[in-house]
Every structure is written in structure tokens, then in C-alpha cells.
T-cell receptor, first 115, second 112 residues
Framework: DGGITQSPKYLFRKEGQNVTLSCEQN?????MYWYRQDPGQGLRLIYY???????QKGDIAEGYSVSREKKESFPLTVTSAQKNPTAFYLC??????????????FGDGTRLSIL | GQQLNQSPQSMFIQEGEDVSMNCTSS?????WLWYKQDPGEGPVLLIA???AGELTSNGRLTAQFGITRKDSFLNISASIPSDVGIYFC????????????WGAGTKLIIKP
């Protein structure tokens, strides 16, 4: 089945540690996105990538980094500079440019907590 | 940044009741999307709206793209227990490059 796979489901970070969240898609989608979700709030965009080897900052990119070396993969690193990393992280993808907007499809998320 | 005002924040309903929620903005949107999120999972697309005035149904769900392009509503008829969850609206601004603006969500709870 085609879809978006996020791993791990749960992740714990120690103080001063960088952690990397995985996002893989086999939908052949061009664009991929990372969102952060906090309780009672909507989704906030961290980074997005419309094509391999290119990515753009979203609204809350500070303390995060990404790479897009392959079309199917868009890992997110939560660095030690992100002082409040506890949240639910969601990865999404879309087909990319087209005549009509292509809705984003989501993975099942990674819940990151501080030890 | 840009925001969508989604209301109500939460709803307590009896099984079988109809539900209505909406999103408004001061900005004009090119596309409106409605998603549902179950606990611990990613949002799932329910309905996509692409034209002002468009009314689209998906089973018991009906959504409309406001004629002013600044609002949208979602109705659920004859609610059932599996309707419980958080419903999000999201919109694409006319001049944006595939970024979505998200509402804060409407939490639907069925009274026992």
C-alpha cells in the first residue's frame, strides 16, 4: 500500500541531545512537509520541500533542521537549540505542482518527549 | 502569521444529532480542506473544496466553500460514535506556494 511512514512512534530526548525523526513516502510525491502540533492548537509548519535538494523554512523553523537527499525521504532533526521540543510531529506530502491544489496526506506522527 | 478562526472549539453532542462547525478568515482563500484527526494519528482528508460557492458531500458530511472565499463550514448529519475526534479546517491562500493555513480544530465529543 502507498503511504507515509513516520518513525519512531514515540521518542524521548535528553537535555542537549539532537534527535532525528524519520519520514518516508512511497507515493512518488514531490512535496513534503513537517508540522508541529501542540495540545489544543492547529498545525504549525516547520519546514517544507517542493523538490529534492531544496527546502524552505516554515513559521517555526528555529531549532530544527531538515534534509531532502531523496524524493521519498524527508528527515527532521530536533536540535538542542529547540528549548521546548515536546510535541506531536506530523509529516505530510503532496504530488506537487498541478492545476488544482493537491491536498496534503499525513503520516501517523511521532510523539517527542523530554526525559 | 495568517490564522483561521475555527469554531466552536469543542462540542458535546448526543448520538444522532447534527453537527455544524465553521472557519472564517479576513483573507481570501483559493482552496478549503477539512480534515479529521483521531487520537495519536495523523489528520485524514475528509473533503476538499476548490471553487467559491462549491457544496460537496462525503457520506454524512457536507462542506461548503463560502461565496466570499473567506469562510467554509462543515456539517455532519446524524452523528455516530466514530465521529468523535478533532476536525480541522485548512486553507490555501491565493498567492501561496502550497502552504496551508490551519484552524485550531473543533473537538467533537459524544455524550454518553
Amino acid at each position: 500500500d502507498g503511504g507515509i511512514t513516520q518513525s519512531p512512534k514515540y521518542l524521548f530526548r535528553k537535555e542537549g541531545q539532537n534527535v532525528t525523526l524519520s519520514c518516508e513516502q512511497n507515493l512518488n510525491h514531490d512535496a513534503m512537509y513537517w508540522y508541529r502540533q501542540d495540545p489544543g492548537q492547529g498545525l504549525r509548519l516547520i519546514y517544507y520541500s517542493q523538490i529534492v535538494n531544496d527546502f524552505q523554512k516554515g513559521d517555526i523553523a528555529e531549532g530544527y533542521s531538515v534534509s531532502r537527499e531523496k524524493k521519498e525521504s524527508f528527515p527532521l532533526t530536533v536540535t538542542s537549540a529547540q528549548k521546548n521540543p515536546t510535541a506531536f510531529y506530523l509529516c505530510a506530502s503532496t504530488e506537487g505542482p498541478g492545476r488544482a491544489y493537491q491536498p496534503q496526506h499525513f503520516g501517523d506522527g511521532t510523539r517527542l518527549s523530554i526525559l | 502569521g495568517q490564522q483561521l478562526n475555527q469554531s466552536p472549539q469543542s462540542m458535546f453532542i448526543q448520538e444522532g444529532e447534527d453537527v455544524s462547525m465553521n472557519c472564517t478568515s479576513s483573507s481570501i482563500f483559493n482552496t478549503w480542506l477539512w480534515y479529521k484527526q483521531d487520537p495519536g494519528e495523523g489528520p485524514v482528508l475528509l473533503i476538499a473544496l476548490y471553487k467559491a460557492g462549491e457544496l460537496t458531500s462525503n457520506g454524512r458530511l457536507t462542506a461548503q466553500f463560502g461565496i466570499t472565499r473567506k469562510d467554509s463550514f462543515l456539517n455532519i448529519s446524524a452523528s455516530i460514535p466514530s465521529d468523535v475526534g478533532i476536525y480541522f479546517c485548512a486553507g490555501q491562500l491565493t498567492q501561496s506556494n502550497y502552504q496551508l493555513i490551519w484552524g485550531a480544530g473543533t473537538k467533537l465529543i459524544i455524550k454518553p
